[in-house]
């Protein structure tokens, strides 16, 4: 009897190619010199999930065949068709080809595996593609089984594919009918990258940094994903912006609405974009440094004021706030009753003393700064001295992190002590980044005044030209100090220039804004700024209710003078108070637009029915007996019908009734065009 080959093809249920992949290999056979008595065709489709299974069968069938028949030959379209497992793999080479000595003949790459004729030895092309794809195939599994064994985990979501494009971060369950859920892999990404950028790495060296980890990423089209790449500042800059992240339901590609399962926490996506927002990357430093820390003095007890971040961020007098219950021993904490209640906020007083530290330290630059300059240079290279000895550890943790890869990749070590290691290393490396980055802002800041000072040196004071460009470069020099980012630094110029401070309650007269309200008192904080060149200044801190406040310039005696224009920045800010009071003004904005506040409360039905903009009474009546409108009109002593026009808004805005949902489209349309 001839022997006889096989042709063994496996393809995925997606993929169309049986038929195509049996005429190749049928071709080499012929080839070969077989023809079609001689073949046996093993053809199997297999779905995405069941590999495993799929594989095994496959296996099982072949070495069926091989005991049952004479077989010369085995056909293969490509190596991973025949196992994805390199060990399977190496099982079959040895103990099916080589020991019955049957030849394996694969099309991509071209190689047959024994060294004919006497197929005792593995022929040179052959072994050399089995060991190359060994590797291959080991990272192509551990891959597709973590990806499987975590779906099984992944909390059923709402939302199922429903073809277009899937955000990073996700992808698409199909074993649990195309829902889409978070994909962990790229979510912890996802998570590094939020981590490091609100660690104060930039966008373009978070870019590196994930080079350097050797994190890659691919988007999904559909059910199918383009290649690697590696991570570019666009496309970070794209993630940190992307809100769908935080589970927020978004309208995408698509045309309809869906929520994602969330990655990012809302609070972390915020402080991120407030990063963004002050495009600014020294954000990591900026939490607690308070300018006016022990410069307060409290005029009633003589002790210093401290920060206070509770729910309000103020400087307050500790003593004034403690337990009166006795808890804490006033011996051991050493303090004294005090009454004084007086709050300052600390967005506006340290607003207030960076603007003052920046005019005495322009002033200070102007007269006697040349000294300095070996000063600034020997802080320099102490600093850069610290970069210098960071560098080897970084190295370290570098090499330590690839011995960890190699070693997982030979098989030393599991996944498990593999991800433990990586991301502890991972750790310690954002923590002497982090070090570093401060130290090369402290030494640009170094820098930059070395160079005013130098510019403002080169200028003479004998010549009116030379005096006029000097006054310039105080004014340039005023704006280099003002663009400082680094907190303490700032700190540090305050504490530099002020000595002391004292705030008290006082009341004002103030005209507001508002022409027809007369001129009134108002209480405000009367601040005494002192400062080492023995110099006092004196200003009023006027708050309005909270938010905004404003600073006004006075004198000894306490005089109301003019307005001064410093900003307030709002460093500290209590995220939820402030996203509460965003909404109520959104609220009260749209309210507002709509009618006038004399309108709130409508007497009559008539009255009404003009407010709703209706031809006619008889509807609301109707809706009011009905009970629609039963939390919204009153009836007074007179028996006269009142409706509070917001509530009723409200109520009807939450109603899915038809006839509601058209008087109020209407009532918009018709308020709109009035200009209301
Ligand atoms: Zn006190």
New binding site residues.
């Given amino acids: 009897m001839k022997k006889k080959v096989v042709l063994f093809v496996r393809v995925s249920t997606e993929n169309q190619e049986l038929e195509s992949q049996i005429e190749a290999l049928k071709q080499s056979a012929y080839i070969d010199g077989y023809s079609d008595d001689d073949l046996i065709v093993i053809a199997k489709k297999e779905s995405g999930v069941k590999l495993k299974e799929a594989e095994r069968e496959g296996l099982n069938e072949l070495k069926r065949v091989i005991e049952r028949n004479d077989i010369d030959g085995v056909y293969l379209f490509e190596l991973s068709r025949l196992s994805r497992d390199p060990v399977t793999l190496y099982s079959l080479r040895d103990h099916i080809f080589k020991e019955k000595q049957i030849q394996l003949k694969c099309l991509k790459p071209s190689f047959s595996l024994l060294e004919e004729p006497d197929r005792t030895k593995f022929d040179t092309m052959g072994s050399l593609v089995f060991s190359i794809f060994g590797c291959f195939a080991e990272q192509e599994i551990i891959e597709k089984k973590e990806r499987f064994h975590r779906g099984r985990e992944q909390k059923a979501i709402e939302g199922k594919f429903a073809g277009g494009r899937v955000p990073y971060g996700y992808r698409v369950d199909e074993e649990r009918g195309n829902l889409i859920v978070i994909d962990e892999d790229e979510a912890s990404v996802i998570r590094t990258i939020f981590d490091l950028y609100e660690a104060g790495l930039s966008q373009p060296r978070i870019a590196v940094e994930l080079q350097e980890r050797g994190i890659k990423y691919r988007h999904y089209y559909g059910n199918q994903r383009n290649e690697y790449k590696n991570f570019t500042m666009h496309f970070i800059a794209h993630l940190l912006k992307n809100e769908l992240l935080t589970g927020r339901k978004m309208k995408t590609d698509g045309c309809f609405e869906r929520a994602y399962p969330p990655i990012i926490s809302v609070a972390q996506f915020e402080r991120c974009r407030d990063i963004a927002a002050a495009n600014n990357t020294s954000y990591g430093k900026v939490s607690n440094v308070y300018y006016a820390k022990s410069l307060i003095v ?1 005029p ?4 210093k ?1 401290s920060a206070y971040t509770g729910s309000r961020y103020v400087y307050r ?1 500790h ?2 706030y403690q337990p009166a219950d006795g808890t804490y021993s006033k011996v051991v904490n050493n303090w ?1 009753d ?1 009454s ?1 209640k007086t709050v300052i906020s600390i967005n506006a007083l340290d607003s207030l003393l960076w603007y003052l530290a920046v005019e005495q330290e322009s002033q200070y630059l102007w007269g006697s700064a040349m000294e300095d300059i070996s000063q600034f240079e020997a802080k320099i290279a102490t600093i850069q001295a610290k970069i210098d000895a960071i560098q080897p550890r970084l190295k370290d943790l570098e090499s330590k992190r690839s011995r960890i890869v190699m070693a997982f990749l030979d098989g030393d070590i599991n996944k498990e002590f593999k991800t433990k290691k990586t991301v502890e290393l991972d750790a310690q490396k954002l923590e002497i980044m982090k070090q570093q980055i401060a130290y090369e802002k402290d030494i640009d800041y170094f820098k930059e005044r070395i160079e005013d000072i130098r510019r403002l040196y080169a200028v003479s004071g004998d010549d009116a030209t030379a005096v006029a460009n000097g006054v310039e470069t105080i004014m340039d020099v005023k704006e280099k100090i003002e663009k400082t980012e680094n907190d303490e630094e700032k700190s540090r110029l305050v504490h530099k220039h002020i000595k002391q401070i004292q705030i008290v309650k006082r009341m004002i007269p103030y005209q507001r804004k508002a022409k027809w309200i007369k001129s009134t008192e108002v209480e405000a904080k009367y601040v005494t700024v002192s400062f080492f060149d023995g110099s006092i200044r004196y200003f009023y801190l006027l708050c309005n209710h909270g938010s905004c406040s404003k600073w006004i310039l006075s004198d000894e005696q306490g005089s109301v003078l003019e307005d001064l224009n410093i900003p307030i920045v709002q460093r500290f800010v209590n995220t939820k108070k402030r996203e509460a009071r965003k909404a109520q003004d959104e609220k009260d904005d749209e309210f507002k637009g709509m009618y006038n506040p004399k309108d709130l409360q409508i007497r009559g039905f008539d009255a009404m029915a003009k407010f709703l903009c209706m031809s006619g009474s008889v509807g609301v009546r109707r809706r009011y007996a009905q009970g629609f409108f039963e939390d919204a009109i009153t009836v007074d002593e007179n028996g006269v019908h009142i409706m509070d026009a917001a509530r009723a808004l409200e109520i009807m805005k939450a109603s899915k009734n038809a006839w509601i949902i058209k008087i109020l489209s209407n009532f918009y349309k018709v308020r709109k065009k009035k200009g209301k």
């Fill in positions: 409290c009633e007890c003589g002790s004021m007098c003593n004034a004294k005090c004084n």
